[in-house]
């Protein structure tokens, strides 16, 4: 009888320690939702510094961004379509402008612009 009752302590308290075992493993990966959520959350950030960095292409740290986030091959092609639209932009902007001083940053940021876009074409 001591030996059954033994076997039964110890099978529940397998059992049990499995199953906390196995609730942390589950608990430790997130469920896929969250996995869509922080992967969603991720590109929100990208998206938002690329935009900071394409609205000042000029700056050595806007340039190393847009190179690091264009040679990932998921978002190279969007990032290289972004960065050729604004440049249609400025370049229209440089074209209409009258300003000489207005020309001259128009004329910086087009350079950089198609500096950048240079760049992701060799990569």
């Given at each position: ?19 906390a ?9 997130p ?51 972004w ?41």
């Amino acid at each position: 009888m001591s030996d059954s009752w033994l076997s039964k302590s110890l099978f529940f308290t397998l059992f049990f320690v499995f199953s906390a075992i196995s609730s942390v493993m589950v608990s430790a990966e997130p469920p896929i939702e969250n996995k869509v959520n922080q992967q969603a959350y991720e590109i929100g950030l990208m998206v938002r510094d690329l935009q900071s960095a394409i609205k000042s292409p000029q700056q050595q740290e806007s340039l190393l961004l847009i190179l690091n986030y264009g040679s990932d091959n998921r978002y190279h092609r969007m990032i290289r379509a972004w960065l050729f639209e604004t440049l249609v932009v400025v370049e229209n902007q440089l074209y209409e402008s009258q300003n000489v001083k207005q020309q001259n940053k128009l004329q910086l940021k087009s350079d950089a612009l198609k500096k950048a876009i240079a760049l992701l074409n060799t990569d």
